[in-house]
Every structure is written in structure tokens, then in C-alpha cells.
């Protein structure tokens, strides 16, 4: 008998590309987008707890503030004080929340054991952190579009001048983002981290003219307020909505671009040199 004749997918030789390894290029898209898909899944599958709380906290602080301090009838400057009161309110919770996003990441990463699964990839100190900042931006944006939602039919605030608010919006949520990144790259445990937040975070935020205006402080308090960059994300965001401000604008705008090149090499930093996060 004649022997039947192989089958054509048995002769055919196998492609050189099916067991090549993939090449990268200079910038590693795919491994660098998984990486921010899955830190924006991470948040967005406990909604209620990283958008909906902070929401209902913000609502909280402005029903408190004008009831209290009887909101309707004061004024901050040129505006009633429930207009001044609702976009600081605003930036406050974003921040916070873009800091929350970045800095639990990394910190429960370590503490489960589980950063090498981020560390191994062939991910760039750069295309690392631009994913986990990018997620935290991402967090901060949509509390703030859900909180602005949420609080404007209660303050009334108009729209002066859009571009202001997304640029502050997008380099304070970028900011706070950076510096979650950096503390979660240095704590070791929750306390470590628990301990910024409240000796750092929150001090600067509640000092930085979210509840009154700076000219009403001290002289020395005043200047103190000025040198805090907090104040600046709050006070340009503030214009955006209302047309005032307590500082300097053009300032404010490169103290917000200083600060986060500042945060971004120091994370760069600590990244490629495996700080914390390498034995």
C-alpha cells in the first residue's frame, strides 16, 4: 500500500514571527495602558467607596459650613459665601481622592506581596508611573465632575473662565497623584501612609483657603498660605468659577507646573532606583 501523503499543515514550516518575541519599541503602550485599565477597574468596581462617598462627604462639609456660618446671607469678596464655598469644596475632594487612588495602590501592593507583578513586566520607571498617575487623574476628574453635579444646584456658581478650571483640575489631581505615588513608594505599612494623610494631606488642604479667604489671616499667616501649593490649585480652580482670586494667577499656574515636574523626577527617581520596592 501507498502511504498517504502528510498533510499540507504538517510540511508547512512554522512562522518565524509566531516565536519571536514581541518587540516593545521605545514606549511600551500595551503593557503601560493594561497597567491604567487596571488601576481604573480597581476604583471603579467599589464605586460607592471612591465616588460616591466622597460625593456625599463634600455635600456633607457644605450643608454644615452654610447652616453654621449662614452661607446665604455672607459674602467672600464680591460673591455670597456659598458660591465662594462650593469650588474649593470641589478641589478639595478631588484631591484627596487622586491621593487616595495612587497612594492605597502601591501600599497594598506591598504589604499583599503582589508588586512584583508590576515590577516584572517590561515596564519603563516612566510607563509605571504614568499609568498609576494617570489612574489617580482619571479618579480625581470624575469626583470632580460628579461633585460639581451634585453641588450645583445648591450653590449657583456660573462657569468664568473653563480652561482654568481644567487645567487646575487635571495638574492638582496630577499633583496629588504624584505625591500618593511617592508616599505609597516609601511607606511600608498603613500607618506610614495614614500618617501622611493626616500630617500632610489634610493640614494643607484645610490650610490652603478652601473655607475662607486668605486676606481675612494674619500677616504671617498669610504668607505662610502663599507659600502652600495647595493654595494655588484651590485658588486658580476658585477663579474658574467665580472670577476671583486671593493670589497671583500667573503664579499660581507655574507653581503648579513646578511642583509636579519636581514630584514627577523624585518618583522617577525611586522607581529606577527600586526604593522600597526592590530587595
Known amino acids: 500500500m501507498n502511504a498517504l501523503p502528510p ?8 512562522a518565524a514571527a509566531s ?8 514606549v511600551n503602550w500595551i503593557g503601560t495602558g493594561t497597567l491604567y485599565r487596571k488601576e481604573v477597574k480597581r476604583f471603579l468596581n467599589v464605586f460607592t467607596q471612591t465616588i460616591a462617598a466622597p460625593v456625599v462627604t463634600t455635600l456633607l462639609f457644605y450643608a454644615v459650613f452654610a447652616l453654621a456660618l449662614g452661607g446665604i446671607v455672607r459674602q467672600a469678596g464680591d460673591v455670597p459665601f456659598l458660591q465662594f464655598l462650593g469650588p474649593g469644596l470641589i478641589m478639595m475632594a478631588m484631591a484627596q481622592n487622586a491621593f487616595a487612588n495612587t ?3 502601591v501600599v497594598i501592593s506591598k ?6 507583578d508590576v515590577l516584572m513586566p517590561p515596564l519603563a520607571p516612566a510607563e509605571l508611573a504614568f499609568a498609576w498617575i494617570a489612574a489617580g487623574i482619571t479618579r480625581g476628574v ?5 461633585t460639581t453635579a451634585a453641588i450645583l444646584p445648591f450653590a449657583g456658581f456660573a462657569v468664568h473662565d473653563p480652561l482654568f478650571i481644567a487645567y487646575h483640575a487635571v495638574a492638582a489631581s496630577m499633583m496629588m497623584a504624584l505625591l500618593g505615588s511617592i508616599a505609597g513608594v516609601w511607606s511600608e505599612k498603613f500607618d506610614h501612609i495614614a500618617a501622611v494623610t493626616n500630617f500632610v494631606v489634610t493640614p494643607m488642604t484645610f490650610l490652603s483657603g478652601t473655607f475662607y479667604t486668605v486676606d481675612r489671616l494674619p500677616e504671617g499667616w498669610q504668607i505662610a498660605a502663599h507659600l502652600n501649593p495647595f493654595f494655588y490649585m484651590i485658588d486658580g480652580f476658585r477663579y474658574g468659577f467665580i472670577g476671583q482670586s486671593d493670589g497671583t494667577l500667573m ?3 507655574a ?6 515636574l519636581a514630584l514627577w523626577l523624585v518618583l522617577l527617581r525611586m522607581l529606577a532606583t527600586g526604593y522600597k520596592l526592590k530587595p
Not at 111 to 116: D, E, F, K, L, R
Not at 142 to 146: A, D, K, N, Q, T
Request: proline share 8%; net charge positive.
Open 111 to 116: 504589604i499583599q506581596g503582589n508588586i512584583v
Open 142 to 146: 470624575l469626583v470632580g465632575l460628579v
Open 255 to 260: 507653581v503648579m507646573a513646578v511642583c509636579n
Open 251 to 253: 503664579i499660581g499656574l
Open 103 to 105: 497612594s492605597s495602590s
Open 19 to 26: 516565536m519571536a518575541p514581541r518587540r516593545i519599541g521605545r
Open 7 to 14: 498533510h499540507p499543515s504538517a510540511t508547512r514550516p512554522v
